[in-house]
């Protein structure tokens, strides 16, 4: 069983009531976080009127399968990296009913990071239906569980901006 942290609950019930006041629904996509944005977002009984589907693409291959993120995308930035996160959040909404996206790529660790692309960086891009979006980058520090739970927490948060 998994334990989420209280504070993280309120801030997922209180997205949920917001998206489902608006008639909002979202998808999420997600590489480094593996499924714990939606694994979250359902932890709320009855999110499934907003919570439309999940997407994890791990590999280049899903995420370009899946989402279709463009080969030459990622390629020439890497998975991790604004372009992909975009294209994920993107992809998310071409590929199902929903209103609002979320994507995460990143290097949760213990390994695989570089100079220029640290282990903890995260990019996130959340995406409304409207054409809105947005982008953010950071580098969490912590072992690979806080970074993934601290991009669940943005993610979160990244979402809220967009249905309020």
Do not use: W
Request: aromatic letters at 2%; glycine letters at 10%; proline letters at 3%.
């Amino acid at each position: 069983m998994i334990t989420i942290a209280p504070e993280l609950l309120e801030r997922t019930e209180r997205l949920l009531a917001t998206c489902r006041a608006s008639r909002l629904t979202i998808v999420t996509a997600e590489s480094c976080t593996g499924g714990l944005i939606a694994g979250v977002l359902t932890a709320v009984a009855g999110s499934s009127d907003v919570v439309d589907r999940g997407f994890v693409t791990y590999s280049n291959d899903a995420k370009a399968g899946m989402l279709g993120v463009p080969g030459e995308v990622l390629t020439a930035h890497g998975a991790v990296s604004e372009p992909v996160a975009r294209a994920m959040a993107n992809g998310a909404l071409a590929h199902s009913a929903a209103d609002l996206s979320i994507a995460v790529t990143g290097i949760a660790g213990p390994g695989g990071g570089s100079a220029s692309k640290p282990v903890g960086l995260v990019h996130l891009a959340a995406a409304a239906r409207d054409g809105r979006l947005i982008h953010e980058r950071i580098v969490f520090d912590g072992d690979r569980a806080t970074v993934r739970a601290r991009t669940v927490a943005l993610a979160l948060d990244l979402l809220d901006q967009l249905a309020s």
